[in-house]
Nanobody, 117 residues
Framework: QVQLVESGGGLVQTGGSLRLSCVVS????????MAWYRQAPGQQRGLVAA???????DYSDSVKGRFTVSRDDAKNTVFLQMNSLKPEDTAVYYC???????????WGQGTQVTVSS
């Protein structure tokens, strides 16, 4: 099994920054990619950013140029640096992991990010 624990959420003003962290534990040798998703009230959960074992990254159009996903394999941690935050970034942010050729199947509990205008 794989366990994911997010941290770093909070309340920030428009234009501010936050860094989310996701610590991965358990049987992680088979993990191929990690991702950050978010879900705002009344909306579906959507992909924000992803990073593969090889370091390839992908971002949703809405966060390109503002958010950066990275990983520290020595600490089994994935980060999401969020800059120039907007009120529409307000959501619960979830960390997720998947094995090769699988959908994201391991999820954290989520961390709330609130951006005030």
């Amino acid at each position: 099994q794989v366990q994911l624990v997010e941290s770093g959420g909070g309340l920030v003003q428009t234009g501010g920054s936050l860094r989310l962290s996701c610590v991965v534990s358990g049987i992680i040798s088979n993990i191929y990619a990690m991702a950050w998703y978010r879900q705002a009230p009344g909306q579906q959960r959507g992909l924000v950013a992803a990073i593969t074992r090889g370091g390839s990254t992908d971002y949703s159009d809405s966060v390109k140029g503002r958010f950066t996903v990275s990983r520290d394999d020595a600490k089994n941690t994935v980060f999401l640096q969020m800059n120039s935050l907007k009120p529409e970034d307000t959501a619960v942010y979830y960390c997720a992991a998947r094995r090769p050729f699988k959908s994201y199947e391991y999820w954290g509990q989520g961390t709330q990010v609130t951006v005030s205008s």
